[in-house]
């Protein structure tokens, strides 16, 4: 495997930003993923690791958050990489 080149990064970076202001705008992480794949063509590989990163980031976050064990044990819905590639091929 090669590695990504910065403007790869880039692409990355900037669909799991998108990834999380969906979410935050009421879609489900998996319709998340499928709207930033189909408005920016990404390929199978890129909607696996868009979804990865999307749900190790929201797993951090809800680890990290303020208050009780309760809070950080919560559950929440994460993307899932195989139904988005199958609903965008």
């Known amino acids: ?3 990504m080149d ?3 990064e880039k692409k990355l970076v ?20 499928v709207k930033v794949a189909k408005d920016n063509n ?4 890129y909607i696996s690791l868009v979804s990865q990163a999307y ?8 680890r990290q958050v303020e208050g009780g064990v309760l809070e950080k ?3 929440f ?3 899932d990489a195989h139904e988005a590639i199958d609903r965008v091929f």
């Open 1 to 3: 495997m090669r590695p």
């Open 6 to 8: 910065k403007a790869g």
């Open 14 to 33: 900037e669909s799991v930003h998108d990834v999380a202001g969906h979410v935050h705008d009421g879609l489900s992480p998996t319709d998340a993923v």
């Open 42 to 45: 990404l390929s199978a590989n």
């Open 55 to 62: 749900n190790v980031g929201k797993t951090a976050a809800t």
């Open 73 to 75: 044990l919560a559950e």
């Open 77 to 79: 819905e994460l993307a």
